[in-house]
């Protein structure tokens, strides 16, 4: 049969050839498929409709294929703001390197505000007092700090812009001794586990102001250590006395309640003193 929407016969390879030249059949399809009919896998005609029942199904549409792969569900609106958040809290290494530029100039200057040096370690909260520096001399390149701020007491150690710092809280702060010399004063601060720091040739009037601070807070804080010791004991005594002692029977008419050795342990003594001499109803009569 021949006609648009019906079906082809056995096609020998001359007509296959000429339909392959009129661009009525695919090329690359094998010719010896056509041969077998339109059912045969690949073996369909161009611009031609061939009905072909679901007995004869070629081999492509009878293979199954599987479900796409489903991708994973891209972050919600929250997600990305956190990722985004956390992206951008990463410096770069040209930011970074400018902030050491920054500190090593604020290291080396000579100016006496090193506001830029400490800043980076306040908390939030904090805010400072007093600050104590070591004096510029010819040969001095740098110099440490010792900062007092509303909340601990700070001692910085520098070489250029290396920092070592030593803190302690006002509750821990113990033994802040000041020495005065000739040109400088040398200030150390002891903490609660018996660890101490001292910064030498500090300024001499700078490191009094932190000493007469630092005085002050160690009172208060020496004072609030002694109430929280004294209600710490008198809360463990108060639960070492507890006791339920019981109430001994009133006497009976004509017995007398002595007092004896066991009496401070609890246990009542009672004795009838009707029938007692006179040595033991008076124990400073020798008897007669």
């Not at 990722?83 to 920054?102: G, M, N, Y």
């Not at 900062?147 to 802040?176: E, G, I, T």
Request: aromatic letters at 8%.
């Amino acid at each position: 049969m021949r006609g648009n929407g019906q079906v082809f016969g056995p096609l020998d390879n001359q007509r296959l050839s000429k339909l392959a030249a009129d661009g009525k059949i695919d090329a690359s399809t094998d010719i010896a498929q056509h041969q077998h009919g339109p059912w045969y896998p690949a073996g369909r005609v161009k611009g031609l409709k061939f009905p072909v029942s679901q007995a004869h199904v070629t081999a492509s549409e009878s293979v199954s294929h599987p479900p796409p792969l489903q991708q994973a569900a891209a972050p919600g609106p929250s997600g990305r703001r956190v990722i985004d958040a956390a992206l951008e809290v990463q410096p770069t290494h040209r930011e970074e390197f400018s902030k050491d530029r920054q500190r090593l100039r604020a290291a080396l200057s000579g100016e006496a505000d090193k506001f830029a040096i400490i800043e980076p370690y306040l908390m939030e909260y904090e805010e400072p007092v007093a600050i104590a520096v070591q004096r510029k001399f010819p040969f001095s390149v740098f110099a440490d700090i010792v900062l007092l701020s509303s909340h601990r007491l700070m001692l910085f150690k520098r070489f250029f812009n290396k920092v070592d710092m030593f803190d302690v809280n006002y509750v821990d702060m113990q033994d802040v001794k000041i020495q005065q010399g000739f040109f400088t004063s040398s200030l150390s601060a002891g903490c609660a586990d018996g660890s101490t720091c001292i910064i030498h040739r500090l300024i001499t009037d700078q490191a009094l102001k932190v000493y007469r601070l630092c005085q002050d807070i160690e009172t208060k804080a020496r004072i609030a250590r002694r109430q929280f010791e004294l209600e710490e004991n008198r809360s463990r005594t108060t639960q070492m006395n507890v006791h339920n002692v019981i109430a001994s029977p009133a006497p009976q008419p004509g017995e007398q309640l002595h007092p004896v050795p066991g009496s401070a342990l609890g246990l009542p003594y009672r004795q009838d003193i009707s029938q007692i001499g006179s040595e033991q109803s008076d124990p400073y009569r020798l008897g007669g």
